[in-house]
């Protein structure tokens, strides 16, 4: 399981993490995956596309998963 630290901001919306973490390769891909049900927060399913991620929260899309640290 990898980390994303959220060096000091509140949240990472949900596009922007997986963009970050090289999960999509762009913003309107990031938009997709999350639309197409592909991505999970904390074990559900997340449709939300500018979902905040908050620390403690924990991402997964098939065998990736991160969890959110402050």
């Known amino acids: 399981m990898d980390i994303f630290n959220l060096n000091g901001h ?3 919306e ?3 993490l997986l963009k970050i973490e090289g999960w999509a390769e762009s913003g ?3 938009k997709a995956m999350i ?3 592909l ?3 904390d074990g559900v399913v997340e ?3 500018r979902c905040k991620i908050v620390a403690g929260k ?6 990736e998963k991160i ?3 402050e």
Request: proline share 4%; net charge neutral.
């Open 14 to 16: 949900l596009c922007d």
């Open 28 to 30: 309107a891909m990031a």
């Open 67 to 69: 969890k959110v640290v």
């Open 10 to 12: 509140p949240h990472v």
């Open 35 to 37: 639309a197409d049900g």
């Open 39 to 41: 991505v999970e927060v």
């Open 58 to 63: 924990i991402v997964s899309m098939g065998s």
């Open 47 to 49: 449709t939300r596309k």
